[in-house]
């Protein structure tokens, strides 16, 4: 993990995101912490990733999203030699969906 964002501060912010309980006070809180166009860019991103790692091309992946090739190639290399973050989450949101 790069040790350059931890901080108290940002400590402080991760506590905030998971003391939310709701998809609406997800909204709320966002929409107070983020700009849109902050907000756009993340789920944009996040959508990137969910396309990648179903390996679409980066050809297809621009032209449903919008997103440049660099902001694609930046999340592919998150997706590749990053935490693992997105592969964590991919996973949970699979094992919730498959339990519904």
Do not use: W
């Amino acid at each position: 993990m790069n040790n350059k964002i931890h901080t108290p501060a940002v400590d402080e912010l991760f506590d905030a995101f998971l003391s939310l309980k709701t998809k609406e006070e997800c909204y709320a809180f966002f929409e107070d912490l983020c700009t849109v166009n902050e907000l756009l860019s993340l789920s944009q991103r996040f959508e990137v990733a969910k396309m990648l790692r179903d390996h679409e091309t980066y050809l297809e992946i621009a032209n449903k999203t919008g997103a440049s090739t660099a902001t694609i190639s930046r999340v592919g290399r998150s997706l590749n030699y990053g935490n693992d973050g997105y592969e964590m989450v991919f996973s949970r949101l699979e094992e919730k969906n498959s339990q519904v």
